[in-house]
């Protein structure tokens, strides 16, 4: 079965910067595209990025406005997210999720195309 673990969240000041971690164990990594949601308060689950089984292609949620970088390492089995110059609207519940589907068709956004889930790691940028 497959686990993931979030790490890396925290408090931060708008304007900073975060990166957060997400371990991966039970499976063959590479199998596995993953990607990063978030959910703020009283919001919907929306996505933020994904990247490919490979590390090889990377979508990310036009409202990011190029202020996150997804990244994986295979040989560590973590997936990760930068994020900069965040804002208070980047306040949310921030998980990552695993799926065998991959990330090249446009359904790569909605939750019912990933397997696993963890946990969640709060994040709050203060104005």
């Known amino acids: 079965q497959v686990q993931l673990v979030e790490s890396g969240g925290g408090l931060v000041q708008a304007g900073g910067s975060l990166r957060l971690s997400c371990a991966f164990s039970g499976r063959t990594f590479m199998m596995y595209a993953m990607a990063w949601f978030r959910q703020a308060p009283e919001k919907e689950r929306e996505v933020v990025a994904g990247?490919?089984?490979?590390?090889?292609?990377?979508n990310y949620a036009d409202s990011l406005e190029g202020r996150f970088t997804i990244s994986r390492d295979n040989a560590k089995n973590t997936v990760y997210l930068q994020m900069n110059s965040l804002k208070p609207e980047d306040t949310a519940v921030y998980y990552c999720?695993?799926?065998?589907?991959?990330?090249?068709?446009?359904?790569?956004?909605?939750?019912?195309?990933?397997?696993?889930w963890g946990q969640g790691t709060q994040v709050t940028v203060s104005s």
């Open positions: 990247i490919s089984g490979t590390g090889g292609k990377r």
């Open positions: 999720a695993a799926s065998r589907k991959g990330i090249t068709t446009p359904t790569w956004t909605l939750e019912k195309e990933y397997d696993y």
